[in-house]
């Protein structure tokens, strides 16, 4: 390896979704640079993520709830195993771009928004991102500005994020998947639609009532097609309750064939993408879960919020083609920047604006 490489670390030690709208970073910058070596420093609920990126050289896992004896040690080895000439903050722990400024790293970008940014980041930009002027992921390739990568919005669709699944994986645990539905007495041989209630962050949801009502519509509609994969982790526990008990009042209109529960975390994520990899459709609102669908190529149906900062303008899935990405949101005029103004807005509650025949409606144009 010759010493004019670049060794770039990327601080993204957050959310699984905020992981997705940073992969065209790594695109841009192979394409910028294709000897350049590139490691991701994440979380680890986000490592599945990357598994066999074509651009990503290392990956090291940080966790950012251990204490801070074991988050130091962590940085301790990662920066003298990969020895970074660039380091990029795009979300996650400071601590790590303080590690980045004890080793002297020369090249110190990414955002400045936070105190110890400013501190710690020599190369960092100034953005105003509840302005929402563009694409999450547009305003992190702009972070790569100051090492003289220069993102124009024509390249959007050259810089995409990308999840790769190994065939044999998708197969078999497709297989075990099939497998289990059967001791459950579930259809085999049914499609599947994803459907995922519940959501990280303070971001508006439609009610998982909605959700319950939604089944039973499609089943209606398409009669004895689908099994509807009601995926969740343990902490979406709250998001399941109304839904539930929707069903449990139905009584026999209740497909409970046609109905599984899935813990997307019993298996591991890696797991549940396979899965979900061979979905007809997803439904879902502005979460992680959402971004995976739609990168990996499953026609999605998302719920967004009106407020300014979680708008889909910022926050949407990337690949935002009408065949493939249907988003809906509620038809008000919210004034409000970056929280609800809760009951003393006009619009309250106003995701129930979202009618379940609406996303009927949706749902048939993306099937049919």
């Known amino acids: 390896m ?82 970074p000439t660039h380091y990029l903050y795009v979300g996650g722990d400071h601590l790590v771009s303080f590690v980045a400024f004890l080793k002297g790293v020369d090249f110190r970008g990414g955002l400045l928004s936070r105190w110890p940014s400013f501190l710690f980041l020599n190369e960092g930009v100034r953005q105003r991102r509840s302005v929402v002027a563009m694409h999450e992921s547009e305003y992190n390739l702009e972070l790569l500005r100051p090492m003289g990568i220069e993102y124009h919005y024509t390249q959007r669709e050259k810089f995409r994020p990308q999840i790769r699944l190994e065939e044999k994986e998708k197969r078999n645990a497709y297989e075990d998947f099939l497998n289990e539905l059967q001791k459950q007495g579930k259809k085999t041989d049914a499609e599947l639609i994803f459907i995922h209630p519940g959501m990280s962050g303070h971001t508006l949801n439609w009610s998982s009532r909605n ?84 990168t990996l190529g499953v026609k999605t149906i998302a719920l967004y919020s009106p407020i300014r900062v979680q708008s889909s303008l910022r926050w949407g899935p990337f690949d935002d083609a009408p065949s493939h990405l249907k988003v809906l949101v509620p038809d008000v005029v919210c004034g409000q920047t970056t929280t609800c103004a809760g009951p003393s807005c006009p619009y309250y509650e106003c995701m129930a604006k979202i009618e379940v025949e609406d996303v009927l409606k949706t749902v048939q144009q993306l099937l049919e």
């Not at 209606?220 to 929707?246: C, M, N, Q």
């Open 2 to 83: 010759s010493e004019e490489t670049k060794k770039i670390l990327l601080n993204r030690s957050d959310a699984l979704g905020d992981n997705i709208l940073t992969m065209p970073m790594l695109e841009a910058i192979k394409d910028h640079d294709p000897h350049a070596k590139i490691a991701v420093l994440i979380s680890a609920l986000s490592v599945d993520l990357y598994l066999h990126h074509p651009h990503v050289d290392k990956i090291f896992v940080y966790h950012r709830k251990a204490n801070f004896f074991k988050r130091w040690l962590q940085l301790m080895r990662a920066f003298k195993e990969f020895s």
């Open 211 to 294: 959700f319950g009502r939604l089944i039973l519509r499609i089943e209606r509609h398409f009669p004895e097609r689908f099994l509807f994969v009601i995926s969740y982790t343990p902490s979406d526990a709250p998001y399941l309750e109304g839904l539930k008990d929707h069903f449990s009042q139905m009584g026999p209109h209740v497909p409970h064939e046609r109905v599984l529960f899935y813990n997307g975390a019993s298996n591991g994520l890696r797991n549940y993408m396979c899965i979900l990899s061979h979905a007809k459709l997803f439904i879902g609102s502005s979460t992680g879960t959402t971004h995976i669908a739609n």
